[in-house]
């Protein structure tokens, strides 16, 4: 049960900025988002996560609306090693399970 | 600094026969966590353990499907009498405390014959 949609495919010009929007409509109150990509066959890489304000690291930049119900993940500028599958993720910090569950992501393909 | 580490790469089993799968984490990671993931289809969670505790194993299948972290050594995910539909990439990742981010080893691609 994934809980968030995402478009299941995008394209990106090299060295434009990729803007990856996720949908969680029914996120709770104690619910981060996470972001993770995974490059073909290998395993799945954290990128980011916040819970209600935008968070900036050396990858990435997380958007999140005020009422929370959506994000975008934005890759200043697109590599072609940024190509993958990106999957949205929300779940409470402190989970019994502490489990990610994953949907069907959105995959990302830059073009030279 | 060694990240998650799994082995094998590659596992080939005939129709019947045990798989075993191993996952160290990164050092001081106390957390583990197993994910399958069928050909063509996202990561699916399998389980979660604590050193020598099996926290959540709601995603395992009841039968055939073992894991466990003792107290020393890597987890160990073990599939008994595999059939064709095991074949799939087994990850394995760990975090440092509960609620922290999951780092991924590179994954045990399991295919039985």
């Known amino acids: 049960d994934a809980k968030t949609t995402q478009p299941p495919s995008m394209d990106c010009a090299e060295g434009r900025a990729a803007n990856l929007p996720c949908n969680h409509s029914t996120i709770s109150g104690n619910e981060y988002v996470y972001w993770y990509r995974q490059i073909h066959s290998q395993g799945p890489q954290y990128i980011i996560h916040?819970?209600?304000n935008n968070e900036t690291n050396e990858m990435a930049s997380l958007i999140i609306t005020e009422d929370r119900k959506s994000s975008t993940l934005i890759l200043p500028h697109a590599t072609l090693r940024d190509t993958a599958v990106y999957y949205c993720?929300?779940?409470?910090?402190?989970?019994?399970?502490?489990?990610?569950?994953f949907g069907t992501g959105t995959s990302l393909t830059v073009i030279p | 600094n060694a990240g998650v580490m799994q082995n094998p790469r590659h596992l080939v089993r005939r129709r019947g026969q045990e798989a075993r799968l191993r996952c160290s984490p990164v050092k001081g990671h106390s957390h583990v966590y197993w994910y399958r993931q069928l050909p063509e289809e996202g990561l699916k969670f399998m389980v979660y353990?604590?050193?020598?505790?099996?926290?959540?194993e709601s995603g395992m299948p009841k039968e055939r499907f073992s894991a466990e972290f003792p107290k020393e050594g890597p987890s160990i995910l073990r599939i008994q009498q595999v059939v064709r539909g095991d074949s799939a990439a087994y990850f394995c990742a760990s975090s440092l405390g509960q609620g922290d981010e999951q780092f991924f080893g590179p994954g045990t691609r399991l295919t039985v014959l």
């Open positions: 916040g819970l209600k």
């Open positions: 353990l604590q050193k020598e505790n099996i926290i959540d």
């Open positions: 993720i929300v779940r409470p910090y402190l989970n019994t399970g502490n489990q990610f569950y």
